[in-house]
C-alpha cells in the first residue's frame, strides 16, 4: 500500500509539472515587441530615395509615437502633423501605417505602409516598393 501512495504522488507531481511547464510556454512576456521598439521620441536624420535619390527636404524633425496608437510629426516643439497608426506583421517583417487626422500632409509620409526596422538606437521606416523613400531616425533626448 505504501508503494501505491509513492506512485500516485509521483504522478501528481509530473501532471503538476506538465501544467506549468505548457502554461508558462503560453504566457508572453511582451505580446507586441514592435510595440514597445517603435514608442518615444525619435530625431528624423535624413530622408534619401525618391526618383534623384536623393529624398526631399521635410518640414518636420521630430516623430512622436505614442503606446496608445497615435502619433505626432514636429519641428522641434511645434506640432506639424499628428494621426494614429498601425503596426502588422506580414511575412516575417514589420509594417507600420500611418493615418493623418485632421490636418492631412502634403509629402509622402502617410501615402502607405512602411516597412519599420529597428537597430540599436535607430529605427529606419522604408516605403516598400521602388523609387520610394527611407527615414533614418536616431533616438531623441527627451
Do not use: H
Not at 509622402?108 to 527611407?134: G, M, S
Request: charged share 25%; net charge neutral; hydrophobic share 35%.
Amino acid at each position: 500500500m505504501n508503494i501505491f501512495k509513492a506512485s500516485s504522488l509521483r504522478t501528481w507531481a509530473l501532471v503538476a509539472l506538465v501544467i506549468g511547464l505548457i502554461w508558462s510556454c503560453d504566457q508572453k512576456d511582451d505580446p507586441n515587441p514592435a510595440q514597445n521598439a517603435v514608442e518615444g521620441k525619435w530625431k528624423l536624420e535624413t530622408i534619401s530615395g525618391g526618383f534623384s535619390g536623393r529624398g526631399y527636404t521635410a518640414n518636420w524633425n521630430i516623430l512622436e509615437i505614442k503606446a496608445d496608437l497615435t502619433y505626432r510629426r514636429m519641428k522641434n516643439d511645434s506640432l506639424r502633423y499628428q494621426g494614429t497608426y498601425v503596426l502588422q506583421q506580414k511575412d516575417g517583417k514589420t509594417y507600420i501605417n500611418f493615418k493623418a487626422s485632421a490636418t492631412p500632409s502634403n509629402d509622402a509620409f502617410e501615402n502607405q505602409d512602411k516597412e519599420a526596422l529597428f537597430e540599436k538606437e535607430k529605427f529606419i521606416l522604408r516605403d516598400p516598393c521602388c523609387d520610394l523613400f527611407q527615414y533614418d531616425f536616431s533616438k531623441a533626448v527627451n
